[in-house]
């Protein structure tokens, strides 16, 4: 379940018949996470007085014993009598406390050191946080856990402590982006061709010292990993630090993920002890798109990431991107006029055969595979990939990404003529494209319509200039025929 921790409604008291008159109280403790305490000092504890005397509990004994922690310049002193104190040089800063502890945690982890009490954080109701209470623990100074890796907090229960638990206000938090094609920033979308490379960016914020922290993604279907793409930084802002890859674990293929995902980078815990709390982790990595990718708007590629931590491997916030992929098509027409028909009649023919290629502006020339998959781009004009009408008029272009494209007819239907000039047609990034019209022979009811014609019909040797010579001859044969009878009779007229 994804969620964040909010502050505590509900107590929980955790009996540990102990027989002690001490207690802990962790304030909104995370349900469904242990919680452990450790009691490395016993505690002589003068209630009038206010006074406190430590020695060392039996089973941490080997812990102080080590030069680095009671030794000269370390973080306690245990006098002759086996009293501890804190060394003031060193541990006046709570940073260094912190060490310290986490020092303790590791020994104890380590050395399989016996826990005083553990419990799980549960809630009656819905709570995602409770105000835990271990009660009737003896006097002692308490080193306390929890499975998320973050708490890790030292105190006296003389007679009470009290500890925040300040995975409430900051869990480990995840943020995916993924590049877009103008100016190369990352957003939460793009647009892209089939066949290109994606890179994503995913920054992980996490809480000091946390455990068990793995971030999982899930690539869309028709996206496939770039497994040698990946590159790992941390720092406040990215690319401060490149993180040596013995430091995180990657896995891939959802045969191998512990959630089916696509891939999994599991951090080394001793690596991330020791990084500020300012800091943030810094993934990236590439993805390739292939032609089953899902195409149109209503229809984007969600890749999906997220985080756990913890022993209960609670689940993080996930974070989202969209990647878009478009299509196009063309139809390719003739106007045919029935003049039968009082008043003549003009229909739409759809015409096949006709060939067409696209191009952009940088002198690049799409190629395409015997579908109509994108396939990439070529210098030569040569080359390019031509696409032909079916018998339903359509061409249909797919796996493109926004822009402006040039469409240039290569060949027209016989007996038509190519169209004179390309058409210019504007995909935008939510694939609205501004050349469409209305076309019902269209699956989608839209496409760039084309139309062709044919060339004016050049006179048949039986046709009407055959004719022309035919009604000319007769009249000049009709003449001579008159004038010589008239010739004729004016002779008979002369002799007479």
Known sequence: MWGVV?????????????????????????VGETYTVYRMLDVTYNAQSGAYSYTVNSDWASFFAQNSISGTGGYVVIDTNGHVSWNGVTTS?????????????AYAEENNIS???????TTTGNETAVDLTFTELPYGYYLVDSSLGALCALDSTTPSASVADKNTSYVPTV???????????????????????VEFEIVITYPYNMSNLILHDTLPSGFTLNADSFSL????VSGDYTIDSTYYTITTGTAYTSCGCSFEVAFDEDWLATLAQANKIYVYYTAHVEETASVGYTTPN???????YGNSNTESEPSTTNTYIYDLYVYKYASVTDNTQNPPVTTETALAGASFILSVSTGEYATFDSNGNFTGWTSNSASATALTSDSDGLI????????TYYLTETEAPAGYTKAASYATITISDNGDVDAYVSCSASPTGYAVTVENSTSSKMPS??????????????????????LLITKKRMKSDNDK
């Open 233 to 236: 930084y941390y720092g406040t």
């Open 396 to 403: 249909h272009f797919t796996g493109l990404d926004s822009g």
């Open 175 to 197: 943020e995916k982006e993924v590049k877009e094609d103008n100016g190369g920033n990352f957003g939460q979308s793009n647009v892209a061709n089939f066949e290109e490379d």
């Open 93 to 105: 800063s709570g940073t260094i406390a912190a060490q310290f502890a986490s020092l303790a945690l």
């Open 461 to 482: 040797t039986g046709g009407i200039g055959t004719t022309i010579f035919y009604i000319v001859g007769g009249v000049l044969v009709v003449g001579a025929v008159v």
């Open 6 to 30: 909010h502050a505590a409604t509900e107590t929980q008291e955790v009996d540990t018949n102990l027989g002690g008159e001490g207690s802990i109280t962790i304030t909104d403790a995370v």
């Open 115 to 121: 826990y005083t009490y553990q419990t799980v954080a």
């Open 302 to 308: 969600v890749n999906t990431t997220w985080v756990t």
